[in-house]
Nanobody, 125 residues
Framework: VQLQASGGGLVQAGGSLTLSCVASGTTSRIRALGWFRQAPGKEREFVAGTFRGNSVNYYGDSVKGRFTISRDIAKNTVPLQMDGSKPEDTAVYFC???????????????????WGQGTQVTVSS
């Protein structure tokens, strides 16, 4: 499985940005797709995730109510809509795919098997 993330850039506080992640390869094996982020000097943080066959999406506490993850199975994409951006959202954002992930571990970076290259998001105040 290969992942290609894009859509990062500079956005003003309160603004919106849409990140995209395209999965290729043996995508039928993917159970979970997620977005994580990492700011300088900080640990990688769970942002949002979606699990195959489960209509509920999962979010980190810091983005709940502002970010929306979706999954286009036909196009093998997992967009992340970022609304109400805050300066503390500034980070490198990574998409990840899990083929062995179980639902209870969807928020753990260690539960994912494949990672995209990351895309920088900068929110100016």
């Amino acid at each position: 499985v290969q992942l290609q993330a894009s859509g990062g850039g500079l956005v003003q506080a309160g603004g919106s940005l849409t990140l995209s992640c395209v999965a290729s390869g043996t995508t039928s094996r993917i159970r979970a797709l997620g977005w994580f982020r990492q700011a300088p000097g900080k640990e990688r943080e769970f942002v949002a995730g979606t699990f195959r066959g489960n209509s509920v999406n999962y979010y980190g506490d810091s983005v709940k109510g502002r970010f929306t993850i979706s999954r286009d199975i036909a196009k093998n994409t997992v967009p992340l809509q970022m609304d109400g951006s805050k300066p503390e959202d500034t980070a490198v954002y990574f998409c990840a795919a899990g083929i062995t992930t179980i639902l209870s571990t969807i928020r753990r970076a260690s539960a994912y098997n494949y990672w995209g290259q990351g895309t920088q998001v900068t929110v100016s105040s």
